[in-house]
C-alpha cells in the first residue's frame, strides 16, 4: 500500500513539475451557441479574458456552413478546438457496442472535426446503458471500440470521458475500467459532479474532497501509464440543492481547487445550456494564491430549500 501510495505521489509530482505547468481550462459549446454568433464571440471575448484555452464542441450530425464559420472563430482566437462526439446516446446495449455501422457514422463525424480543424477528438457516452447487469467483460468490449477510433484517428488526441465512480474502481455495470482503457486513450476526463455522487447530500457540502480523492483514485489505476492526462469535468451548480450565489461561486471554487491539488492536468466546466458567467466571477475574483476576493468562505446552510418546479439549472 505504501509503495502505491509513493508511486502516486511521485506522479503527481511529474504533474507539478515546470515541465507539466500547462493546465487546461475549458468549457462545453453545445450545437445552438455555435449557431449563434454573438453569444459565441462573447464567449470568446471572456473566455480570453480569464485564460479560458480550450473548447469542448458538440459535434454535429451535418455541420452548417455557419457552424464551420464559428469554429474558424475560435480557431483565430487561438483557443483550443476538442470535439465531443457522442458515442452512444444514453449508453449502448449490447448490439450497438458492437454495431460497425454505429461505429462507422461517429468515426466519420471524428474525422470531420479533425478536417475542420479538432486538435483532440472526445468520445461521451462510451458506455453500456447503467441499467444493465454488471459484467467485467463489458469493460473489454468497450475499450475495443476506442481501440477501433484510436486506430483511425492516429494523427489526434484521443480523450474519452467517463463516469466519476469509474475514477475509484472499475465500474462493471456500464463497461469504464480506467486501467484497461488507459492503453487505448490519451487523456481520460472523468465527470466528476459532485451532485452525482451519494450520498448527495454530503457531497455536496465537499465539492473540494470529492473531486480531490477522485482525482487521488485515478491517478492510484493510472499508476503503471503516469503520462495520461486526467481533465476532470465540474459543475456550474448542484442541480439537487439550490445555493446563494456567493456559495454557488464558492461552491464552482472548490471544485476547482480539489482538481488542481488532486494533480489533474485541468478542467472543463460543464454547463448544458452554456450560461458561464458565474465561471468568469470565479475566475476574476481568484488571486494568485487560488483564492477568493469579496466572498466568504464556503459554509451553506443545510439542509436546502426545495427546488422551485420551474428551476432551470446552468
Known amino acids: 500500500m505504501l509503495t502505491k501510495w509513493l508511486a502516486v505521489l511521485a506522479i503527481i509530482c511529474v504533474m507539478l513539475s515546470p515541465a507539466a505547468l500547462a493546465f487546461t481550462r475549458g468549457i462545453y459549446i453545445n450545437g445552438s451557441t455555435m449557431q449563434d454568433t454573438k453569444k459565441l464571440t462573447w464567449l470568446i471575448q471572456e473566455s480570453k479574458k480569464y485564460n479560458i484555452d480550450t473548447f469542448v464542441i458538440d459535434m454535429e450530425r451535418t455541420p452548417s456552413k455557419l457552424f464551420q464559420e464559428n469554429i474558424q472563430k475560435v480557431l483565430d482566437a487561438n483557443i483550443r478546438y476538442v470535439a465531443r462526439v457522442v458515442i452512444f446516446t444514453g449508453g449502448g446495449t449490447h448490439a450497438q457496442v ?129 503520462k495520461k492526462q486526467v481533465i476532470a469535468y465540474i459543475e456550474l451548480y448542484n442541480y439537487r440543492y439550490p445555493l446563494s450565489y456567493p456559495n454557488r461561486l464558492q461552491y464552482i471554487l472548490a471544485e476547482m481547487k480539489g482538481a488542481e491539488a488532486g494533480g489533474a492536468n485541468g478542467w472543463y466546466v460543464w454547463s448544458p445550456n452554456n450560461h458561464y458567467q458565474p465561471l468568469f466571477d470565479v475566475l476574476g475574483a481568484r488571486t494568485s494564491a487560488g483564492e477568493m476576493k469579496n466572498f466568504s468562505s464556503f459554509s451553506p446552510q443545510f439542509p436546502f430549500a426545495t427546488l422551485p418546479s420551474n428551476f432551470v439549472c446552468c
Do not use: W
Not at 463525424?109 to 475542420?116: E, F
Not at 465539492?207 to 482525482?215: A, G, L, V
Open 98 to 226: 458492437n454495431d460497425q455501422t454505429i461505429l462507422g457514422k461517429k468515426l466519420a463525424l471524428a474525422k470531420y472535426a479533425v478536417a475542420l480543424g479538432a486538435q483532440a477528438i472526445q468520445l461521451d457516452y462510451i458506455r453500456y446503458r447503467s441499467e444493465n447487469p454488471a459484467d467485467p467483460n463489458k469493460a473489454i468490449n468497450i475499450a475495443n471500440v476506442v481501440d477501433f477510433f484510436r486506430s483511425e484517428l492516429k494523427s489526434v488526441e484521443l480523450q474519452v470521458d467517463i463516469f466519476g465512480i469509474a475514477t475509484h474502481k472499475p465500474a462493471n455495470t456500464i463497461g469504464q475500467n480506467v486501467e484497461v482503457l488507459a492503453e487505448h486513450v490519451d487523456t481520460f476526463c472523468p465527470m466528476v459532479y459532485p451532485s452525482h455522487y451519494e450520498p448527495y447530500l454530503v457531497h455536496a457540502k465537499q465539492p473540494y474532497e470529492t473531486i480531490y480523492k477522485s482525482m487521488i483514485d485515478i491517478r492510484k489505476q493510472l499508476v503503471n501509464y503516469p
